[in-house]
T-cell receptor
Framework: GIQVEQSPPDLILQEGANSTLRCNFS?????LQWFHQNPWGQLINLFY???GTKQNGRLSATTVATERYSLLYISSSQTTDSGVYFC??????????FGKGTKLTVNP | DTEVTQTPKHLVMGMTNKKSLKCEQH?????MYWYKQKAKKPPELMFV???????INESVPSRFSPECPNSSLLNLHLHALQPEDSALYLC?????????????FGPGTRLTVT
């Protein structure tokens, strides 16, 4: 099945800094989801991105399916951005395959 | 409204208890999922229901029994659990097979087995 690797595993930032999170996957995919899991456990949909670039406020995501990676950009980070970020491409007709996540800590 | 609700938020149960987790969505989605998430790990798929029929069981022990009584509701019945079953249980939904893969997650039930 498809393998998913996320980097870095941990990231510590000062408020206001920018960051880039990476997701590599072993097979070509038609789409991919990015999630933010907040400290209370809620998995929040950030992007559903078949290919190309999408933007939502301070966040944007780019997927280059032919090169098997996706990037999540966070600009002007805030303490509320802290949590774990997961990418998840489909692993079959009904499943998502989650990476191990990037734990982001934004300090005031 | 892209909301999936789960009850209860927290549950503490003994190893001899029987309890149920409930998940509800009113988005007209026809695929619903149960995931288990241990601390510092990604969610692991347990079950998938498509059009109210069980389509995937990821070799989950029989002490976990899913049920999909209608297209909006998904239950997970728990019986004779072990302490290692303590985890965050997440429900998700999706439009349905052959449609968008995008899944929407509920807030989870944090289960502690004593």
């Amino acid at each position: 099945g498809i393998q998913v690797e996320q980097s870095p595993p941990d990231l510590i930032l000062q408020e206001g800094a920018n960051s880039t999170l990476r997701c590599n996957f072993s097979d070509s995919v038609n789409n991919l989801q990015w999630f933010h899991q907040n400290p209370w456990g809620q998995l929040i949909n950030l992007f559903y991105i078949p290919s190309g670039t999408k933007q939502n406020g301070r966040l944007s995501a780019t997927t280059v399916a032919t090169e098997r990676y996706s990037l999540l950009y966070i600009s002007s980070s805030q303490t509320t951005d802290s949590g774990v970020y997961f990418c998840a491409p489909p692993g079959g007709s009904e499943k998502l395959v989650f990476g191990k996540g990037t734990k982001l800590t934004v300090n005031p | 409204d892209t909301e999936v609700t789960q009850t209860p938020k927290h549950l503490v149960m003994g190893m001899t208890n029987k309890k149920s987790l409930k998940c509800e969505q009113h988005m007209g989605h026809r695929a619903m999922y149960w995931y288990k998430q241990k601390a510092k790990k990604p969610p692991e798929l347990m079950f998938v229901y498509s059009y109210e029929k069980l389509s995937i069981n990821e070799s989950v022990p029989s002490r976990f029994s899913p049920e999909c009584p209608n297209s909006s509701l998904l239950n997970l019945h728990l019986h004779a659990l072990q302490p290692e079953d303590s985890a965050l249980y997440l429900c998700a939904s999706r439009i349905g097979p052959n449609f968008s893969y995008e899944q929407y997650f509920g807030p989870g039930t944090r289960l502690t087995v004593t």
